[in-house]
């Protein structure tokens, strides 16, 4: 379980920058004076995108914004001694969960993404009190 546990962190951490390689995507070859990615001004060239672009930068910030309550939730549970089995199932639930926002982010389902950010916010929740052994 730790290995699960391990892992979704890892999916965590990489999951903004998996959203910025969408946004970026396909833009990266393609000459800045032709509209190309702007790596000199990155996020004023991402300010100006629009589309999936766009809602793909916005679910790199909103998972940032995400990561830090997750990985302190995670640790601190398992620092005051909750099941690192439960704590994991919770884990790769939440994971689950906030990249399905990322899909409805992408897809412009805006309220179906707030009910699933609202399911990984109480998942999330449920790591920092999982009952101690």
Known sequence: MTTILLLSVLAAALMPIVCAGIAKGGRLGTPRGEGGFDNHAPREWLARQSGYRARANAAQANCF?????????????????????????????????????????????????????????????????????
């Open 65 to 133: 914004e995400a990561l830090p309550f997750f990985v302190g939730a995670v640790a601190i549970a398992l620092t005051l001694g909750a099941p690192a089995d439960r704590i994991g199932m919770l884990a790769l639930t939440w994971v689950g969960l906030r990249a399905a926002f990322v899909a409805c982010y992408l897809a412009d389902r805006a309220m179906l993404r707030s009910a699933v950010w609202a399911l990984a916010l109480a998942v999330n929740i449920a790591i920092l009190f999982t009952p101690r052994h």
